[in-house]
């Protein structure tokens, strides 16, 4: 798929067809977080493969917007290291390009995915680690959860010259 193309196709997918996601594509889409830009390149993060069934549809329900985690065949959770940090909070922006690069990668390899927000929200950060028995210095940052897609979304194109500023406001 090019590049452009990617970006512009990718849409957040929430059905997916009960199909299981392979370990090598999963490891692939890891391959491709690992791979973000970050900050001084400390690469602050962490991930957990979730695909056992009980512990996806448990995240759905204590998550509001994680319902379709309960259909997904795998989620992967960024985290982030407050125990490597060399820049304090920058960490938020290396796990944020991690996502979109395995979001990006999981759309190229014919997965849906879906960006499912964690932190800052405290409560939600405390049931996930709870859940996964993440470690109190790990912050569970995001969810993409992943599948063979069972709808289909058309391109939407969002370039709005309106939001474009030149040498000042």
């Not at 889409?29 to 991930?47: I, T, Y």
């Not at 069934?53 to 994680?66: F, G, N």
């Not at 390899?109 to 993440?134: C, D, F, M, Q, T």
């Amino acid at each position: 798929m090019e590049k452009m193309n990617a970006i512009f196709s990718r849409r957040s997918i929430q059905k997916y067809l009960p199909k299981p996601v392979t370990r090598n594509l999963i490891e692939n889409v890891l391959k491709a977080g690992m791979n973000a830009p970050s900050a001084g390149d400390e690469q602050p993060w962490h991930f957990v493969i979730v695909d056992k069934h009980d512990l996806l549809e448990k995240i759905s329900t204590i998550h509001p917007y994680a319902k379709m985690l309960k259909d997904a065949p795998a989620a992967i959770i960024v985290c982030g290291d407050l125990n490597i940090l060399k820049f304090k909070d920058l960490w938020i922006q290396d796990c944020s390009a991690a996502s979109e690069n395995m979001l990006l990668a999981a759309h190229d390899l014919g997965l849906g995915a879906v960006w499912i927000g964690v932190y800052p929200v405290e409560n939600l950060v405390k049931e996930v680690r709870s859940i996964l028995n993440i470690p109190q210095n790990v912050v569970p940052f995001s969810i993409i959860g992943m599948g063979y897609p069972a709808e289909e979304k058309s391109s939407r194109f969002r370039y709005d010259t309106s939001r474009i500023h030149n040498n000042a406001w």
